[in-house]
Every structure is written in structure tokens, then in C-alpha cells.
């Protein structure tokens, strides 16, 4: 079973940055497909980030996008998420998804939480004024 570690969240200033890591168990991370997540109180989880594993790129929610930036480390298993600008709609629980299962080549909606078999935690953000 893959397990997801996420670290760096925390108390941030509007307009300030904080930069969030997942970590990631298993052999094959490089066939991961890698996301995250948010979700605020009374709100439903809310696409963040995440690459495609067919052919790596990178996609953004339309609220983060230009301020977010989601990038990996292969060698260490990790995927970060990289927030700048932020402000105060960004306060959330963040989540680390990966999408294991299946074929590699197989389509999938990229934004969308149930295409994600592994989930990590969750690590509080919270965006002061």
C-alpha cells in the first residue's frame, strides 16, 4: 500500500508563500500521477494541482493558476506545491493525491478527486490578513 506523507503547511500571510511537500512510498513513483487537493470548511474539495502521469504535464485549477506552482523530485519520491500571492480564500486543508491504479496510457480526468486511488492526510493552510 503507497502511502502519502505531506509537510509544510501552516500559518501564511496574504500575499506571502508557503510551499507544501508530499512524499510518496513504493518503487515507481516516476508512473505516479500526482495531485493536490483542498477543501475549506462547509466547502466541497477543490482541484489544486497535479501532472498527468501519461505524459507529465502539469495542469492548475482556475483559482491558483499564475500563483501556484506544482513541481516533482524524482529522486526523493516528492511532489511539492510551490504558493505564492496568497490570499485568504486560500485557507484549506491541502491534500496530496496520487492516481496508482491502472493503465498508465488509460484516460482520466486529471481535476477530478474520485479518479485518485491514494490520499494523504491532509496539512492545514491558513492564510492571515
Known amino acids: 500500500q503507497v502511502q502519502l506523507v505531506e509537510s509544510g503547511g501552516g500559518l501564511g500571510q496574504a500575499g506571502g508563500s508557503l510551499r507544501l511537500s508530499c512524499t510518496a512510498s513504493?518503487?515507481?513513483?516516476?508512473?505516479?500521477?500526482m495531485g493536490w487537493f483542498r477543501q475549506a470548511p462547509g466547502k466541497e474539495r477543490e482541484f489544486v494541482a497535479a501532472f498527468d502521469r501519461r505524459d507529465g504535464a502539469s495542469y492548475y485549477g482556475a483559482s491558483v493558476k499564475d500563483r501556484f506552482t506544482i513541481s516533482k523530485d524524482n529522486a526523493r519520491n516528492t511532489v511539492y506545491l510551490q504558493m505564492n500571492s496568497l490570499n485568504l480564500e486560500d485557507t484549506a486543508v491541502y491534500y496530496c493525491?496520487?492516481?496508482?491504479?491502472?493503465?498508465?496510457?488509460?484516460?482520466?480526468?486529471?481535476?477530478?478527486?474520485?479518479?485518485?486511488?491514494?490520499w494523504g492526510q491532509g496539512t492545514q493552510v491558513t492564510v492571515s490578513s
Open positions: 493525491a496520487a492516481k496508482i491504479g491502472g493503465a498508465i496510457g488509460t484516460y482520466y480526468t486529471i481535476s477530478v478527486a474520485d479518479e485518485y486511488d491514494h
Open positions: 513504493g518503487r515507481t513513483f516516476t508512473k505516479y500521477g
